[in-house]
């Protein structure tokens, strides 16, 4: 999506650490006509597909995610970070390193929201490593549900968590995916 | 409106302390078009107020902000929650009480996400005693913005939070004001 990799270019910021800071309108502010046009591309990428629910992590996923429902007319699904792994039986749970702080956390879904049989069609703003998504892949499998697509505003391509869900089969669309990143600049993956 | 009444009569759930379950639709799984149609209502009780931005907390707030400051056309920012009072000096902060799980946590907002002279509008799922809107309508105070006036999906009229800020001159719109729920039903303000 050439407004994505335009909007990284003119308002984000590359720090030390692999880190993309895109605060201004992905995360923290939003920019909701902006998002809203990146849920409807999402919807467009996944035309002809069967997707009953969108599922993302809270709480930077939750807004392009609704973004993304919307435009499908889905419900959407947010599973909640807890610190601790002690969890009911009321609940689908997955363990889920963070790079960025180096914790772990277990993220928990009721066991209501999710369906067998069901297509689930994953949302987040970020992929980099693939972690808190493979957290929800886990989570969807266990509810006996199955895995439409992956689809995530930015990812960072460097970091092959997206390449490593294409090799296992997932079809994943991201917004935009950025190759290679540092103090000269930012290069997109063709 | 009268679609969240009868949305809350339809999907909600009593529990006992005072607790209303309506995680099937406006939090944990969103009713996308539902939250989107309650977007447009706010939008609409607010058509002619001058309106920059709207500022909700993380989690459960940021979908239906989401979807208020979509109907709007403004950007959306959202407070994250921390444990610790330890608060950098690029921060606005507020210390704020949980009463569901009866603890203190610090909200902040990134300083260059408010500015001074900017017309907030504050949303949030539910309005209770009104502790988490109080925290956020200091963070407007403090960046030399002004509250706008406040917006719930839900007010729990007998906790007696929203009209605290009613007493106070803040506007205050609710899609729907519960004035009475136990075992027996669901009252709501005429």
Known sequence: MKAMEEKILAEGQVLPGHVLKVGDFLNYR?????????GKEVARLYEGTKIDKVLTVEASGIAI?????????????????QKTSNVSDDLYSASVHSYTHNTDNTVIVSRKHLSAGERILIVDDFLALGNALNGLISIVEQAGASVAGVAAAIEKGFQGGGDALRSAGIRVESLAIVEQMDENGIVFRK
Chains 1, 2 share one sequence.
């Open 65 to 81: 995610a609704f973004a993304v429902a919307s435009a499908l007319h889905v419900p959407m699904v947010y599973a909640k970070k």
């Open 30 to 38: 939003i920019d909701t006509d902006f998002i809203s046009e990146c």
